[in-house]
Nanobody, 116 residues
Framework: QVQLVEYGGGTVQPGGSLRLSCTAS????????TNWYRQPPGKPRELVAS???????DYADSVKGRFTLSRDRAKNTAYLQMNSLKPDDTAVYYC??????????WGQGTQVTISS
């Protein structure tokens, strides 16, 4: 099993920045990709960014050029740097460890609020 702990949420003004972190423990060697999802109020959860085992990243069109996903393998931590934040980025952000087509693990979620 994999346990995920997220940090870094908060409230910032439009145009501001936040960095989320997701630290994995347990069977970390089984993780083949780390994804960030978000769930805006009253809307379904959506994929924001992903990083594969080889370090290949992919982003939702809505965050391309503003969000950067990276990782520190020595710390088993993935970071989501979010810049030029907009009110539409307000959501609960979740880290997800993709282990297989049938197995994955969620973090507890962290609230990000963009408000003036």
């Amino acid at each position: 099993q994999v346990q995920l702990v997220e940090y870094g949420g908060g409230t910032v003004q439009p145009g501001g920045s936040l960095r989320l972190s997701c630290t994995a423990s347990g069977s970390v060697l089984s993780i083949r990709a780390t994804n960030w999802y978000r769930q805006p109020p009253g809307k379904p959860r959506e994929l924001v960014a992903s990083i594969s085992l080889r370090g290949v990243t992919d982003y939702a069109d809505s965050v391309k050029g503003r969000f950067t996903l990276s990782r520190d393998r020595a710390k088993n931590t993935a970071y989501l740097q979010m810049n030029s934040l907009k009110p539409d980025d307000t959501a609960v952000y979740y880290c997800y460890a993709d282990v297989s087509d049938f197995e994955g693990y969620w973090g507890q979620g962290t609230q990000v609020t963009i408000s003036s």
